[in-house]
């Protein structure tokens, strides 16, 4: 089934700044790609669907842009709540998520 | 819509894991799919099985010899059983809805339980 590959698996930022996290599929999933946020002891938070829409009350620093293999996460200004666990996800076949992007204070 | 996970927190290896999930807030016969998805530190988020309103099933591949979903609609839930179990299923396991289908469009699994641990051992 189709693999999605995150980049980077850690990414070490300041409150503030600009977050950028990939997404790559093995192979084209059109825009059928999902973006969750998962904290510690908690389930995952859906954030982003069809690559590029936020989910109901989601804040507008979050973004989603790409299709085909290729997508983003923008985080346009971190707040201290965003830092977090960031995995995508498709649907093909079955369910697939991949492996996670931990974004962490630096 | 809120859901529930329940079961044991604590199985023998080459028992089997028996968990339900409660929909409450809304009805498990609208066009949804229910899916479980399980996560460890070693594979992350990996996505178990999904039934519908219909009880049409869907197992991951690589559990499929092991898993059994099933729906109870009178009384709004669904369950999964896992069989055979070892010291690799150690997970929390999660119960939660993907949104209902559309064409050109895919909403994602909008809604989770929290989750509950499920420890192997003897």
């Known amino acids: 089934d189709i693999l999605l590959t995150q980049s980077p698996a850690t990414l070490s930022l300041s409150p503030g700044e600009r977050a950028t996290l990939s997404c790559r599929a093995s192979?084209?999933?059109?825009?059928?790609l999902v973006w969750y946020q998962q904290k510690p002891g908690q389930p995952p938070r859906l954030l982003i669907y069809d690559a590029s829409h936020r989910a109901s009350g989601i804040p507008a620093r979050f973004s989603g842009s790409g299709s085909g293999t290729d997508f983003t996460l923008t985080i346009s200004s971190l707040e201290p709540e965003d830092f977090a666990v960031y995995y995508c996800?498709?649907?093909?076949?079955?369910?697939?998520f991949g492996q996670g992007t931990r974004l962490e204070i630096k | 819509v809120q859901l529930q996970e329940s079961g044991p927190g604590l199985v023998k290896p080459s028992g089997t894991l028996s968990l339900t999930c409660a929909v409450t807030g809304g009805s498990i016969s609208s066009d949804n799919r229910w899916i479980w998805v399980r996560q460890s530190p070693e594979k992350g988020l990996e996505f178990i099985g999904e039934?519908?309103?219909?009880?049409?099933?869907f197992y991951n591949p690589s559990l499929e010899s092991r898993v059994t979903m099933s729906i109870d609609k009178s009384n709004n839930l669904f369950s999964l059983k896992l069989n055979s179990v070892t010291a690799a299923d150690t997970a929390v396991y999660f119960c939660a809805r993907e949104a209902e289908p559309a064409v050109r469009h895919y909403y994602g699994v909008d809604v989770w339980g929290p989750g509950t641990t499920v420890t192997v051992s003897s």
């Open positions: 192979r084209s999933v059109s825009s059928y």
């Open positions: 996800q498709h649907r093909n076949n079955w369910i697939t």
């Open positions: 039934i519908d309103h219909s009880g049409i099933v």
